[in-house]
């Protein structure tokens, strides 16, 4: 998370992300492709989660979670619960946050992803 702060590094920058994110969005919804779109609320969770608008958050992953359902992508999938995840232990809700990673670690089994896998042990 830090990196990405870190790459990002100011105000400016994460407002340019932001507009770039708005152009994929309305680019990927043009030809009609889920996963582009889930990608991009993916995106656009953890911009907000690093900012601190949990409700944004929310909203993001749970669009992009739609979304890559709709597509049968099992990384997006896992991916977005982890975050998910991230997000429901900073509120607080660590049953809940446990849930999801369990949930996750299912996908990143499923698709032999060592990563994700250290990720849902660690979290």
Aim: hydrophobic content about 50%; proline content about 1%; glycine content about 10%.
């Amino acid at each position: 998370l830090s990196a990405v702060w870190n790459t990002l590094g100011s105000q400016d920058q994460i407002a340019a992300a932001l507009q770039r994110l708005q152009e994929s969005i309305a680019l990927f919804q043009r030809v009609e492709d889920p996963w582009g779109i889930g990608l991009v609320h993916f995106s656009l969770g953890w911009i907000a989660t690093i900012g601190f608008d949990n409700r944004a958050a929310k909203q993001h992953f749970a669009e992009g979670l739609e979304l890559f359902q709709q597509a049968g992508d099992l990384w997006g999938l896992a991916v977005t619960i982890s975050s998910q995840g991230f997000l429901a232990r900073r509120l607080g809700e660590l049953a809940h946050s446990e849930a999801l990673f369990q949930r996750a670690l299912t996908y990143f089994r499923q698709l032999g992803d060592k990563a994700g896998i250290a990720v849902s042990f660690y979290a």
